[in-house]
């Protein structure tokens, strides 16, 4: 059964501090990464893409991929209270379908 | 543009009744999956649609879940003889080419009573 795997948190830090959320999975074929926001009573929104090795930043947030060690996580910097929901790392499988395995979610609250 | 809508955004029914819900994805977007959010399961798949291939049902739980996807677009999913442990928020998700990427409506909130 192909997995990914989530810190379960939950996961409190400072307004301002840099936030860090890590992800593992078993299925070595796949190539598409994601990280999914999720308010309470909200759909799950996208907020990073990652397809290869390295660092992807955008804006206050850098996801990292290591293929090599089946890894991807994402940093928050200068965390603001708005960023308070639940994150939700997504992988494509390495099938044609290419439907999205989710870790159970790290809720994750910025103190003010 | 527009982003993937789902009708109706809540759905109360008694159990052993059936239930169509709508999905409505990103123009242009080929490829359509259902996925199924509950409290104890997380969020997993259903079933996924691309073009006019014959569907992935694969994440289907049971052969009272069905779905269709009409003309490349609109997708219906329906349940038949609903149970409580039906209760959940479906949602729908087109998927752009390139890069692949997902994007997911707002989803529907299903309560058997």
């Known amino acids: 059964q192909k997995e990914v795997e989530q810190n379960s948190g939950p996961l409190s830090v400072p307004e301002g501090a840099i936030a860090s959320l890590n992800c593992t999975y078993s299925?070595?074929?796949?190539?598409?990464f994601f990280w999914y926001r999720q308010y309470s009573g909200k759909s799950p929104e996208l907020i990073m893409s990652?397809?290869?090795?390295g660092d992807k930043e955008d804006g206050r947030f850098t996801a990292q991929l290591n293929k090599a060690s089946q890894y991807v996580s994402l940093l928050i910097r200068d965390s603001q209270p708005s960023d308070s929901a639940t994150y939700l790392c997504?992988?494509?499988?390495?099938?044609?379908?290419?439907?999205?395995?989710f870790g159970s979610g790290t809720q994750l609250t910025v103190l003010p | 543009g527009a982003g993937v809508s789902q009708s109706p955004s809540n759905k109360v029914t008694e159990k052993g009744k059936d239930v169509e819900l709508r999905c409505d994805p990103i123009?242009?977007?080929?490829?359509l999956y259902w996925y199924r959010q509950s409290l104890g399961q997380g969020l997993e798949f259903l079933i996924y649609?691309?073009?006019?291939?014959?569907?992935?049902k694969s994440g289907l739980p049971s052969d009272r879940f069905s779905a269709e996807r009409t003309g490349g677009s609109v997708s219906t999913l329906t349940i038949q003889r609903t149970q409580q442990e039906d209760s959940a928020v479906y949602l729908c998700?087109?998927?752009?080419?390139?890069?692949?990427?997902?994007?997911f409506g707002p989803g529907t909130r299903l309560t058997v009573l």
């Open positions: 123009s242009g977007h080929t490829a």
């Open positions: 998700a087109s998927r752009k080419e390139k890069p692949d990427t997902q994007y």
């Open positions: 997504a992988v494509a499988t390495s099938g044609s379908a290419r439907q999205l395995t």
């Open positions: 990652i397809y290869s090795n």
């Open positions: 649609f691309q073009g006019n291939s014959a569907p992935d």
């Open positions: 299925d070595r074929g796949s190539q598409s």
